[in-house]
């Protein structure tokens, strides 16, 4: 089948789309003509993938074939959310889109008898499946299963083997496994504009008259609204009109302030197709709850006006803070928050010798700002600013429980402090609430960061041999977690991932311990609890 057209944009090697146009092997049968003339093939490459490739009969097919005027149509329609939004629907399940998507299709057996949540909860992951999953424009073509969704300051592409409806079974695309790629923004927007503007113009050539490809061109054209792009980045809704007037809500109580608002509302790297820096409210408000109330908008509000200062950050801070980008590799999810603790102990060159790590004393030093707030929600632990324009600070929520007892405010400021030097966002912003609905994985390396930091193991050690009980018992446990002052169920964990105690000793210790029992040992290496 020969090709009338094929456009090429990106770097194969990270990301590009390449499409194609031929003739209609079924001559516009049973179709729209302005659809008919849009037969084509498209290939998706990522990081040196090609997601389109694919098996059909006993041969292997490079590129998807379809009519491609509904996929162009989907990505014009869907372009500011598909860069620019973050949250996850319904809920924040796991790490990335495909994976939360495959696991909230539908919803739990607790609320299966209430039609009005059952209702609510298809609702809104429809929704948001419709914008950020390629198969929601094949219209009856075989597509890959690719979910693409903003990830803080990166584009998240993630992938996986599902089958759809109707996929024949000598059908099978190749990237067999799933997978996951975080990447700057403008390395996906600028090759998807030029093959989308160029694949726009020459559908326009071929159906000169068509309404519907003339609209199509002149939304690809006319898409350039910076606000409405930080409105999907705050993501304070499950739809548009949600998202949208929550987010001109949080505007308008920031307006309150003046001038001293700016900071917080002004936007790093800015570009006609995607914001590729970050606006500190959006950031912010990306990572509480959907439904958050104004009296919380005021107090996070207010409080990032507080913080910010023409002076910006101490070069105490600046010395040692860099953004270090969460892996993805297959090495145990903990190992990368107890790696940088590690390399945080030796800048400190830390006194092992004096039995607990002084976290409060640490941050001090680091001359960071420690609040107290009062929030009406209890699932907020602790929030995290810093940026050039603010002075860094770590605000802690005396609602969450566990900021009630010394040992949980102890890993919070830990915690906190891991995202103030190394979650930074582009230009050096951060804003994060750690809670529910902040990004799952760099809460959980915080979580491992903290542990190590509070207790390396010169200090475990230490802990250890001075106990009365075995460390292989429920009394050890806890007596240790009293001396190493952090929580027994994070001492727990962190003894098994240091290998102080066995597999089998961390899953009986566990279910003696905690009722009903947690039967987690499984997960023990990708989740510090806290």
């Given at each position: 089948m020969a090709v009338r057209w094929e456009r090429l944009a990106g770097d194969t090697s990270v990301?590009?789309?390449?499409?194609?146009?031929?003739?209609?092997?079924?001559?516009g049968r049973g179709i729209d003509p302005e659809v008919?003339?849009?037969?084509?093939?498209?290939q998706i490459w990522i990081e040196g993938r090609n997601l389109c490739s694919h098996k059909?009969?006993?041969?292997?097919?490079?590129?998807?074939?379809?009519?491609?005027?509904?996929?162009?149509?989907?990505?014009?329609?869907?372009?500011?959310?598909?860069?620019?939004?973050?949250?996850?629907?319904?809920?924040n399940e796991h790490e990335t889109g495909w994976e939360s998507l495959r696991s909230t299709r539908f919803p739990p057996p607790a609320i299966e008898n209430d039609d009005e949540k059952v209702s609510a909860w298809e609702s809104e992951?429809?929704?948001w499946w419709t914008r950020h999953a390629l198969r929601s424009a094949s219209e009856g073509g075989l597509f890959p299963d690719i979910v693409l969704r903003r990830f803080r300051d990166s584009v998240e592409v993630s992938w996986g083997p599902a089958r759809s409806a109707g996929m024949p079974d000598h059908f099978s695309f190749l990237e067999s496994v799933q997978g996951v790629s975080r990447l700057a923004p403008r390395?996906?927007?600028?090759?998807?504009?030029?093959?989308?503007?160029?694949?726009?113009?020459?559908?326009?050539?071929?159906?000169?008259?068509?309404?519907?490809?003339?609209?199509?061109?002149?939304?690809?054209?006319?898409?350039?609204?910076?606000?409405?792009?930080?409105?999907?980045l705050a993501g304070l809704g499950s739809d548009e009109g949600s998202v949208n007037s929550r987010?001109?809500?949080?505007?308008?109580?920031?307006?309150?302030?003046?001038?001293?608002?700016?900071?917080?509302?002004?936007?790093?790297?800015?570009?006609?197709?995607?914001?590729?820096?970050?606006?500190?409210?959006?950031l912010m408000f990306g990572s509480v709850a959907p439904d958050v109330g104004?009296?919380?908008?005021?107090?996070?509000?207010?409080?990032?006006?507080?913080?910010?200062?023409?002076?910006?950050?101490?070069?105490?801070?600046?010395?040692?803070?860099?953004?270090?980008?969460?892996?993805t590799l297959d090495s145990p999810a903990w190992s990368r928050g107890y790696e940088l603790a590690d390399s945080f102990h030796e800048h400190l060159t830390t006194d092992f010798t004096l039995g607990t790590v002084d976290i409060e004393e640490i941050i001090k030093n680091l001359d960071i700002e420690v609040i107290s707030l009062e929030l009406s929600v209890d699932n907020i632990r602790g929030i995290s600013i810093a940026g050039p324009h603010h002075r860094p600070a770590i605000a802690i929520n005396e609602r969450h429980d566990r900021n009630k007892h010394p040992f949980g405010r102890r890993f919070t400021l830990a915690h906190e402090l891991c995202h103030v030097l190394f979650d930074r966002e582009e230009g050096q912003r951060l804003a994060v609430a750690s809670g529910p609905w902040a990004p799952r994985d760099i809460e959980r390396r915080a979580n491992d960061f903290a542990a190590m930091l509070l207790m390396p193991p010169p200090l475990v050690q230490r802990a250890i041999s001075g106990l009365g009980s075995p460390i292989e018992t429920v009394p050890g446990v806890r007596e240790a977690?009293?001396?190493?002052?952090?929580?027994?169920?994070?001492?727990?964990?962190?003894?098994?991932?240091?290998?102080?105690?066995?597999d089998t000793d961390y899953e009986r210790i566990e279910n003696e311990m905690f009722d009903p029992p947690h039967h987690g040992s499984a997960h023990a290496d990708a989740l510090t609890p806290l």
């Open positions: 990301f590009a789309l390449k499409m194609g146009f031929s003739d209609d092997p079924d001559d008919g003339v849009s037969w084509g093939s498209f059909e009969d006993n041969g292997q097919v490079d590129s998807v074939h379809w009519y491609l005027l509904p996929l162009i149509e989907w990505l014009v329609h869907n372009w500011d959310p598909l860069l620019h939004e973050e949250r996850l629907p319904v809920q992951w429809q929704r390395k996906v927007a600028e090759p998807l504009h030029e093959v989308l503007s160029n694949a726009g113009d020459y559908l326009l050539s071929l159906a000169p008259e068509s309404s519907r490809i003339k609209k199509l061109i002149k939304s690809l054209q006319d898409s350039n609204s910076e606000d409405r792009r930080l409105m999907w987010w001109h809500g949080v505007k308008n109580i920031l307006s309150e302030f003046g001038p001293a608002s700016r900071p917080v509302l002004s936007i790093s790297a800015p570009s006609p197709l995607v914001i590729a820096g970050s606006c500190q409210a959006a104004r009296e919380d908008i005021v107090i996070l509000a207010k409080t990032m006006v507080e913080l910010s200062s023409s002076d910006g950050e101490s070069e105490t801070v600046t010395k040692i803070c860099r953004p270090v980008a969460v892996s977690a009293h001396v190493l002052q952090a929580g027994v169920r994070a001492v727990l964990h962190h003894l098994k991932n240091t290998g102080f105690i066995n």
